[in-house]
């Protein structure tokens, strides 16, 4: 099993830019979530599903965009990329909503 | 308004000492408990759980200490190696279907 995927693993954005981060899990699993960590910040919830078709704001929203049209798939947006997004970026999953999650390997975004 | 706080932001320890890092929570409704770890340039994983009903958990070196009166946790390294070396969340869970992470610990082993 690969757990939760995502892509790309890095990226070079300029500001103003769009790009549309990708996360797959292929455990079944109903609750997913993407965070960013910066130094010192450690993991913020940016937005979370509890299922497909479901998505919710988490503690640091602004500026970005979800969709969970299937169940194995969370999609992160950046509409208008920012130098203050630049971070990096890690998906998770779980099968029961705030308990054991897996994560990703992360995607590391500059925006220039 | 931080529900986790984690001490210290980083620490080094000898090998072979004893590696400690402290957790205090403030929802009393909490009732799952873990420490991650993550290494450079990877995810955190899961490396140890524990639910209120116990006041301690040990897998191999390492061991969570839980005090549900004091509302604090902590995660023990015992005989520290260099591989240990990584940084380390604690979290409490959940509330709203979500996992509230501590800011992090930086740990690095001396050789």
């Known amino acids: 099993n690969a757990g939760v995927t995502q892509t790309p693993k890095f990226r070079v954005l300029k500001t103003g830019q769009s790009m549309t981060l990708l996360c797959a899990q292929d455990m079944n699993h109903e609750y997913m979530y993407w965070y960013r960590q910066d130094p010192g910040m450690g993991l913020r919830l940016i937005h979370y599903s509890v299922g497909e078709g479901t998505t919710a704001k988490g503690e640091v929203p602004d500026g970005y965009n979800v969709s969970r049209l299937k169940k194995q798939n969370f999609l992160l947006g950046l509409e208008s990329a920012a130098p203050s997004q630049t971070s990096v970026y890690f998906c998770a999953s779980s099968y029961v909503g705030g308990t054991e999650a897996f994560f990703g390997q992360g995607t590391r975004l500059t925006v220039v | 308004q931080q529900q986790v706080k984690q001490s210290p932001q980083s620490l080094i320890v000898q090998k072979g000492g004893i590696s400690i890092i402290n957790c205090a929570y403030e929802?009393?409704?909490?009732?799952?408990f873990p420490w991650y770890q993550q290494f450079p340039g990877k995810g955190p994983a899961l490396l140890i759980a524990i639910r209120p009903d116990v006041s301690e958990k040990k897998e191999g070196r390492f061991t969570i200490s839980f005090n549900k009166s004091a509302k604090q946790f902590s995660l023990h390294i015992m005989d520290s190696q260099p591989g240990d070396s990584a940084t380390y969340f604690c979290a409490a869970g959940p509330r709203d279907d979500k996992i509230i992470f501590g800011k992090g610990t930086r740990l690095h082993i001396l050789p």
């Open positions: 929802n009393t409704a909490f009732d799952y």
